[in-house]
């Protein structure tokens, strides 16, 4: 079946060191694949877009990597502050340039600790 | 700010009821999408409308329907409410229906069954 996994449990780091949140997926072939951050009762905010034929992508702190061959995708944050605290969502859409019907993974929530 | 606008905020009615989601879009964008979000399913699409039209449709139950007017908002109608339907639910807009294209999400209507 068709699936988006992220690490279900809280990622706790220390404030200045660097964030990597791990994206896995399978049976699907995304032309894109992209990052969200959400707030506790907020919605998703967009962060980072990347495409198959792109490796790397970096916003400031953030860095991502597609690995189509893997089905995985990574999302660095560099010197991390409390303020990334968050949970973090990767989302595709599973017909590779179609309707941009984003599929999300369930997130994974980050703790930054001063 | 993502510019996307849902009324109301928070939504308590009993189960059997019926209650309308309004959401208006980012100025310029033509898509909307609908998300429902629980605690324990995540965000799961629900359906997509692009100028009008419907465009995707993922696992929305049919005892719920939405519609784009002319004026491009949109609403989402939930019908014989159920205890399970109390959830997060979500509208985003793009400027685009496909391809790449960022979703801009709106802060949500939280719905209440009891």
Known sequence: SQKIEQNSEALNIQEGKTATLTCNYTNYSPAYLQWYRQDPGRGPVFLLLIRENEKEKRKERLKVTFDTTLKQSLFHITASQP?????????????????????FGAGTRLAVHP | DS????????????????????CSPRSGDLSVYWYQQSLDQGLQFLIQYYNGEERAKGNILERFSAQQFPDLHSELNLSSLELGDSALYFCASSVLGQGASPLHFGNGTRLTVT
Do not use: E, M, W
Not at chain 1, 84 to 101: E, V
Not at chain 2, 3 to 22: D, E, S
């Open chain 1, 83 to 103: 303020a990334d605290s968050a949970t973090y969502l990767c989302a595709l859409d599973p017909f590779s340039g179609g309707y941009n019907k984003l599929i």
């Open chain 2, 3 to 22: 510019g996307v606008t849902q009324t109301p905020k928070h939504l308590i009615t009993a189960t059997g009821q019926r209650v309308t989601l309004r």
